[in-house]
C-alpha cells in the first residue's frame, strides 16, 4: 500500500506493504472526542497548510479507488455482455473466469495505493473489523460509488443502442419485463431470494477471501499476488454458481458490489432500479454478520 504521507509536520498513517492488502497499521487511541471516534484527524489537520491537503495520502488511496472501480465496473460490464452476445455453449463459465482474473489484475494495481478495495463491501467490512477508519471507509465508499457511474458511462459511449438495450448496460438485475400472448410478461428472481443470495454470498466472499487479506499474519505468509488471486477466484466462483444453480432469465446474478450495480442504475435506469435496494441491503447485512463473526471469535484462535 502507500508508503508515509505527510501533512505539515503530523506523521500520516501508513498502509504496511508487509502486512497484506487492505490492512492499515494504525495505533489505536482511545478516542475522546468525535473527531477521535471518526479519526477525522486522518482526512486534515488544523496545523497544516489547507493546500497540502491535496497531497494527503487518503485523498490519494480515494482516486485510485474511484479509478480501480472505474474500470472494475467497465471491464466487468464488458465481459458480461461479450459472454453472452458472443452465444458460446457455456457463457457463465466464461464470464466466472474473466472477472477472476480481472479481479485479481485490479487489486494488484489499487494495491499499494489504497489497499486494493474498489469495492464498498471489502470498505465497510475493513470498517466495521477495525482495520481501517470510518472517515476511511466514507471517503472509499463515495470515491466507489463515483467510480461505478463513471465506468457506465465509459460502456455507454462504445456500445450501440441495440446492445445497451439488450443486456442493460450489464447491469444488476432482479427482473425484466418481456413480451408475451398476453402482453407484457415480467420474469426473474423474487426478491426474498435475491436478498437471501446477496447476504449468502457476500458473507462468503468476505469470509473464504477477504479475511485472509484483513490477517497480517496469513496476508505476509500467502504473499500480495496468492491473496489478491485468491479474491478473485473466489469472487469468480461465487459468480459462476449464483448465474447456474439459480439460472433464472431476468436475474443477472449477485452483484457483491453496490458500486457496480449502482453505476448502471444511474446511467441506464428503467427496470435496474427494480430491486436495486437488494443489491445494497444484502452486503450491509453480509459485512455486519461478518464482523460479529470477527469479534465473537478469539484472536489468537484466528491466527492459529
Excluded at 487492505?22 to 489547507?50: A, G, R, W
Excluded at 427482473?175 to 457476500?202: D, F, H, K, M, R
Excluded at 491473496?227 to 446474478?253: D, M
Amino acid at each position: 500500500m502507500a508508503g508515509t504521507g505527510t501533512v505539515g509536520t503530523r506523521k500520516m498513517p501508513i498502509l504496511e506493504l508487509e502486512s497484506g492488502p487492505l490492512v492499515e497499521d494504525e495505533k489505536k487511541q482511545s478516542p475522546t472526542t468525535l473527531n477521535k471516534i471518526l479519526c477525522l484527524e486522518e482526512l486534515f489537520s488544523l496545523e497544516s497548510n489547507p493546500i497540502m491537503l491535496l497531497n494527503c495520502q487518503v485523498w490519494r488511496a480515494s482516486l485510485a479507488e474511484l479509478l480501480g472501480t472505474a474500470v472494475l465496473v467497465f471491464a466487468m460490464d464488458t465481459i458480461v455482455i461479450s459472454s453472452y452476445e458472443t452465444q458460446t455453449k457455456t457463457p457463465h463459465l466464461i464470464m466466472s473466469f474473466l472477472i477472476a482474473v480481472t479481479i485479481t489484475v485490479l487489486l494488484l494495481a489499487t494495491f499499494p495505493i489504497s489497499g486494493g478495495h474498489i469495492n464498498p463491501v471489502i470498505s465497510l467490512a475493513a470498517s466495521l473489523t477495525g482495520v481501517i477508519s470510518l472517515s476511511r471507509a466514507a471517503i472509499y465508499i463515495l470515491a466507489q460509488c463515483v467510480g461505478g457511474v463513471l465506468g457506465a458511462l465509459a460502456l455507454q459511449s462504445v456500445v450501440n443502442t441495440k446492445i445497451e438495450q439488450t443486456f442493460s448496460l450489464g447491469g444488476c438485475t432482479l427482473t425484466i419485463v418481456v413480451p408475451s400472448a398476453n402482453g407484457p410478461l415480467v420474469i426473474g428472481l423474487e426478491t426474498s431470494q435475491a436478498l437471501w443470495l446477496e447476504i449468502i454470498c457476500t458473507f462468503v466472499f468476505l469470509f473464504a477471501s477477504i479475511w485472509i487479506a484483513f490477517d497480517k499474519r496469513q496476508a505476509k505468509h500467502l504473499g500480495r499476488v496468492v491473496v489478491c488471486s485468491i479474491i478473485g477466484i473466489v469472487v469468480g466462483l461465487i459468480v459462476f454458481i449464483s448465474t447456474t444453480v439459480t439460472s433464472t432469465k431476468g436475474y443477472a446474478g449477485v452483484g457483491m458490489n453496490p458500486a457496480r450495480c449502482l453505476g448502471p442504475a444511474l446511467i441506464r435506469g428503467g427496470h435496474l432500479w427494480n430491486g436495486h435496494w437488494v443489491f445494497w441491503a444484502g452486503p450491509v447485512v453480509a459485512c455486519v454478520a461478518f464482523a460479529l463473526y470477527t469479534k465473537l471469535i478469539p484472536s489468537q484462535l484466528l491466527h492459529n
